[in-house]
Each structure stands twice: as structure tokens, then as C-alpha cells.
């Protein structure tokens, strides 16, 4: 008699064969210098992240400015799987503790805002990559599909998929910038262009001669360097041009919340002039 295959056997055939990293398809498009478009995610619900995963190829969960806690994480990592979109979660700091509880809750990618020195990144580098690149200690749940998949596996993934970004946005990176981008380990400088500003005493005067400089110089350094350049801003597409003419190569422009009260604001005002006429 023919047996058939048990469903735990047919499971890891499954994830065998499909079981892919949407951060690679990130990669990919990146490498063949193709822009990258994503959103900002503040909030936690996953409907969210399910609604907006099939127009972008990115998500930038923040959980610097928001009140996203690991379990919401979680539910969000998994509807963005689910939906197509890698995933990229901005810490709100470079603090090992929580970069490795999300790590192991399964982020693809990770942002660490407000770096000032290469010897943070090269710290940061250090928590987030396993034995012989780092020191990151073991403990995956979902990137070892719950115990389904060898150490061999994740380790690899972790070693060699994990796309890690440092936020530029003060002037001790930039005093630091030729150092930072030296560190091997990591794949892409973003570009805070607000706290940047803020920073070099220009807050809110974006065409600042000697800021703009300043961001060109990033962006130039950078990729010399092999990195790409992301940019996070305000959900309005003449900002983003803005960017891309001089030179990033993602954008991740407004997010979830902004949008939704954008769309609300306009809206009601067309209401209201309509109807006063």
C-alpha cells in the first residue's frame, strides 16, 4: 500500500520551496538600481500593514516615534510576509537588548536612528550578526520557522540577508561620516533630513546651501563606499523628486497615519468649499 505524506513532511517541503526572504527581492531591485518605494507604519494594526504590503517594496515599522510594542511587531512582521513587502524596523535606538528581541521576532531589516560614532555601528554589527561576523546570541523563534529549520540555515540568513541601515541624521556622524562608512556590515546610510537639519541649526530651512552640501556628501561618500542611500520624509511627491534627483535610491515618503489624516483634511475642505458656494 502507498502511504502518503505525513502534513508536518509536506509543511517542510513547503517551506523548502517557497520559504524566500522578501528582503532579497529588496536587495535585488536595489542592486539593478531600480528605486525602492515604501511606507511608514505607526500604527499597530495589522490591516494596515495588509492593505498597503502589495503597493510597496518596503515597510518601515518605526518604533523610535510610535507606541508599537514587540507583540504588535510581531503581528506586523507577519502580515507584511504575508503580503510581499520586506520589512524594514527602526529601533529607537542602538540599544542590544531590544535589537535582539526584535531580531529574533523576525525583522528582515533594521534602521538605528541618531548613530554618532563608528564604534556604535561596529557594536551595532556586533549584536546583530552571529559567530565568526558578531556576538549575537542565539534564540530565533520565527527565523527558525519555530524550530523547523537548522542553525546552519539561520545563521547564514542572519550573517549574510539582514540589511542593516544607520541613520545620518546629526553632525557627529557627519564628523564621523568617512569612518562609519567603512564598518563592513552594514548596507545603507538613511538620510534623516529633519533631525539632520535641527542638528546643524537649520531646522525647517531645507534649502540651506550648506545643508544641501552636506547631504550631497553623504550621498556621495555612501556610495562610494557601496551603500545605498535611503531617505525617510513627508508624504508629498515633490519632496521626494526632490531626493531622487540627488541620488537615493529608496524613499520612504509619509506613513500610515499621515496619510490617512492627509486624505481626511483635503477631503472635508473640498467639502466644505462646495458646499459654501
Not at 531580531?103 to 552571529?130: C, F, H, M, N, W
Not at 539632520?196 to 525647517?204: D, E, K, P, Q, Y
Request: charged share 25%; with cysteine.
Amino acid at each position: 500500500m502507498q502511504t502518503t505524506a505525513s502534513g508536518r513532511e509536506n509543511h517542510l517541503k513547503y517551506k523548502e520551496s517557497t520559504l524566500i526572504s522578501h528582503i532579497l527581492a529588496f536587495r535585488e531591485k536595489l542592486a539593478k538600481g531600480q528605486l525602492c518605494l515604501g511606507t511608514g507604519i505607526t500604527l499597530s494594526d495589522p490591516a494596515v500593514v495588509e492593505a498597503l504590503a502589495p503597493e510597496v517594496d518596503f515597510l518601515w515599522i518605526d518604533l523610535e516615534h510610535n507606541p508599537i510594542n514587540i507583540e504588535s511587531l510581531l503581528r506586523l512582521l507577519i502580515a507584511a510576509r504575508a503580503g510581499g513587502a520586506a520589512t524594514l524596523v527602526r529601533l529607537p535606538s542602538s540599544d542590544p537588548a531590544l535589537l535582539k528581541r526584535v531580531l529574533d521576532t523576525g525583522a528582515e531589516g533594521i534602521i538605528i536612528p541618531q548613530v554618532r560614532s563608528a564604534d556604535e555601528v561596529r557594536k551595532v554589527v556586533d549584536t546583530t550578526r552571529y559567530k565568526p561576523l558578531g556576538n549575537r546570541g542565539w534564540g530565533p523563534r520565527r527565523p527558525s520557522d519555530y524550530g523547523r529549520r537548522s542553525m546552519e540555515q539561520i545563521v547564514h540568513e542572519a550573517n549574510e540577508q539582514l540589511f542593516l541601515a544607520v541613520q545620518i541624521e546629526n553632525t557627529d556622524a557627519i564628523a564621523d561620516l568617512d569612518e562609519i562608512i567603512k564598518v563592513p556590515g552594514i548596507d545603507c546610510l538613511v538620510v534623516g533630513p529633519h533631525d539632520l537639519a535641527l542638528s546643524m541649526g537649520v531646522g525647517g530651512q531645507l534649502d540651506d546651501s550648506n545643508y544641501l552640501a552636506t547631504i550631497r556628501t553623504i550621498i556621495q561618500k555612501g556610495h562610494e563606499a557601496g551603500l545605498s542611500i535611503g531617505f525617510g520624509d513627508e508624504a508629498q511627491a515633490e519632496c521626494a523628486q526632490r531626493w531622487v534627483e540627488m541620488g537615493a535610491d529608496w524613499i520612504q515618503p509619509g506613513s500610515d497615519f499621515g496619510y490617512m489624516i492627509k486624505t481626511a483634511n483635503q477631503l472635508f475642505a473640498d467639502i466644505r468649499k462646495a458646499a459654501s458656494k
